[in-house]
């Protein structure tokens, strides 16, 4: 599915952007929480909530959406990965980790999101946890002192509980 080929409820919308009081001044958290509903933004969703609320457009959202690192315009896996590698994380062997992760789930080197779309794997430079390196996040839970091993076993833990 492409972003701009989304289905979207525009009730769930209506929604979400009343319980921010429909003010443009909440616009990132109303983006926030359309990304935890959706696991990305879908266009037709930035349209609409650009042309809802009064005084923004579809462009300000889109640009908003752009600027921001947190929003993503492409859907998300279901377990969102973080591999830090920052210099800490690096030195103890993150890419080592990041290689095995992008080979159990046969993800290419740009890939975002599996072709079963369970997982998106991302690197980010610094996860503030340097003296746990090198470190691992998934869907907020941090994953220290990461190793080829062990992030095989969560990944098939993940795999298993998904299949049930």
Same mark, same amino acid.
């Given at each position: 599915?492409?972003?701009?080929?989304?289905?979207?409820?525009? *009730?769930?919308?209506?929604?979400?952007?009343?319980?921010?009081?429909?003010?443009?001044?909440?616009?990132?958290?109303?983006?926030?929480? @359309?990304?935890?509903?959706?696991?990305?933004?879908?266009?037709?969703?930035?349209?609409?909530?650009?042309?809802?609320?009064?005084?923004?457009?579809?462009?300000?959202?889109?640009?908003?959406?752009?600027?921001?690192?947190?929003?993503?315009?492409?859907?998300?896996?279901?377990?969102?990965?973080?591999?830090?590698?920052?210099?800490?994380?690096?030195?103890?062997?993150?890419?080592? @980790?990041?290689?095995?992760?992008?080979?159990?789930?046969?993800?290419?080197?740009?890939?975002?999101?599996?072709?079963?779309?369970?997982?998106?794997?991302?690197?980010?430079?610094?996860?503030? *946890?340097?003296?746990?390196?090198?470190?691992?996040?998934?869907?907020?839970?941090?994953?220290?002192?990461?190793?080829?091993?062990?992030?095989?076993?969560?990944?098939?833990?993940?795999?298993?509980?998904?299949?049930?």
């Amino acid at each position: 599915m492409s972003a701009g080929s989304s289905v979207i409820s525009t *009730a769930r919308l209506d929604e979400i952007i009343q319980s921010f009081g429909g003010k443009k001044s909440n616009l990132i958290a109303i983006l926030q929480k @359309v990304q935890e509903v959706y696991r990305y933004l879908p266009e037709d969703a930035m349209i609409y909530i650009g042309e809802k609320i009064e005084g923004l457009s579809p462009a300000t959202v889109f640009g908003v959406a752009t600027f921001y690192a947190q929003f993503s315009l492409e859907p998300k896996g279901k377990y969102e990965i973080k591999v830090c590698d920052g210099t800490a994380c690096h030195v103890r062997g993150s890419m080592p @980790v990041l290689n095995t992760i992008r080979a159990k789930l046969n993800m290419k080197d740009k890939q975002l999101t599996s072709e079963n779309g369970l997982f998106s794997l991302e690197t980010v430079s610094c996860l503030g *946890a340097c003296g746990l390196a090198p470190v691992v996040v998934i869907n907020d839970k941090v994953y220290p002192q990461m190793t080829s091993d062990a992030i095989t076993i969560i990944l098939d833990t993940l795999i298993q509980e998904d299949e049930k």
